[in-house]
């Protein structure tokens, strides 16, 4: 069965340093999403991606973070300057974006990224 | 500011009883609404998907949709302790949000064996 998969499983980092996610979503999907989660707390959407632009973001995702889909598979999220904040586990969903009568088809969600900012 | 209310929980149901999850929603124009298990440490996986009001069944799940209450709900039949886990309900967002997922923190539920 098709899923959708992310590297690194987690990654540790210093404060101020840029990190790259990567995520390889299912291959027919066109609409790519991110996600985070910080420990204890509800999943918090970030931004969603379709036809090589962003179609809506968080207030989460301000200048420091930035999506691109570099090739026809890898989806990857970028964040420029990481601070202790950031620290959370971050996932990438897919969708084939099938809308019909106000409805949206459902979101399939990678295992994840754990990133620790020190 | 959309929101998705669930209880924290924890739920707790012996082997074989039937848990019943509950959730509100605040925006009144969502029209897709998701329930996710995460198991701990664990991405959401999805368990059912719900439009329409009234009953959806799948296996051992029924999805339950009012949306002039703004309430949906998850009934687990015959629950087995591998259904131990948090329950995540999601609504996407009307209006020129709607590629959006809004989760409520997730209701806890422990299975007794």
């Known amino acids: 069965e098709p899923e959708v998969t992310q590297t690194p499983s987690h990654q540790v980092t210093q404060m101020g340093q840029e990190v790259i996610l990567r995520c390889v979503p299912i291959?027919?999907?066109?609409?790519f999403y991110w996600y985070r989660q910080i420990l204890g707390q509800k999943v918090e959407f970030l931004v969603s991606?379709?036809?090589?632009?962003?179609?809506?973001k968080s207030e989460i995702f301000d200048d420091q973070f930035s999506v691109e889909r570099p090739d026809g598979s890898n989806f990857t999220l970028k964040i420029r300057s990481t601070k202790l904040e950031d620290s959370a586990m971050y996932f990438c969903?897919?969708?084939?974006?099938?809308?019909?009568?106000?409805?949206?088809?459902?979101?399939?969600f990678g295992p994840g990224t754990r990133l620790t900012v020190l | 500011q959309k929101e998705v209310e669930q209880n924290s929980g924890p739920l707790s149901v012996p082997e074989g009883a039937i848990a019943s999850l509950n959730c509100t929603y605040s925006d009144r124009g969502s029209q897709s609404f998701f329930w996710y298990r995460q198991y701990s440490g664990k991405s959401p996986e999805l368990i059912m998907f719900i439009y329409s009001n009234g009953d959806k069944e799948d296996g051992r799940f029924t999805a339950q949709l009012n949306k002039a209450s703004q309430y949906v709900s998850l009934l687990i039949r015959d629950s087995q302790p591998s259904d131990s886990a948090t329950y995540l309900c999601a609504v996407n967002d009307s209006g020129g949000s709607n590629y959006k997922l809004t989760f409520g923190k997730g209701t806890l539920l422990t299975v007794n064996p």
């Open positions: 991606f379709y036809n090589n632009e962003i179609s809506e």
């Open positions: 969903a897919s969708s084939e974006g099938y809308y019909y009568a106000g409805a949206w088809d459902e979101q399939f």
């Open positions: 291959s027919n999907h066109l609409y």
